[in-house]
Nanobody
Framework: QVQLVESGGDLVQAGGSLRLSCAAS????????LRWYRQAPGKQRELVAS???????NIADSVKGRFSIAGLNAWGTAYLQMNSVKPEDTAIYYC??????????WGQGTQDAVAS
């Protein structure tokens, strides 16, 4: 079992920065892939960024050059750094972890809002 708790969502002005945290606990030693998704009102959930336990990262084209992802640190926390945010980045952001047995875990989400 893995528990994920996101935090850091806030109201921010366009052009500003935000850092979201994902605190992981439980069987995190079996971490395989950690992903950040987001879901805007009326839209489907979208994959934003991912990082493997080897450190390989992928960033969605829609946020490439503005967002970056960091995998689990020694305290079991992962981050999504969001720079130069835009109103279209407004969404609920979810942390997702897949462990080596293929099981998938989700956090409850954290709300981010970008004012223009």
């Amino acid at each position: 079992q893995v528990q994920l708790v996101e935090s850091g969502g806030d109201l921010v002005q366009a052009g500003g920065s935000l850092r979201l945290s994902c605190a992981a606990s439980g069987n995190i030693f079996s971490f395989a892939v950690l992903r950040w998704y987001r879901q805007a009102p009326g839209k489907q959930r979208e994959l934003v960024a991912s990082v493997t336990n080897d450190g390989d990262t992928n960033i969605a084209d829609s946020v490439k050059g503005r967002f970056s992802i960091a995998g689990l640190n020694a305290w079991g926390t992962a981050y999504l750094q969001m720079n130069s945010v835009k109103p279209e980045d407004t969404a609920i952001y979810y942390c997702n972890m897949m462990i080596t047995n293929g099981h998938d875990y989700w956090g409850q989400g954290t709300q981010d809002a970008v004012a223009s």
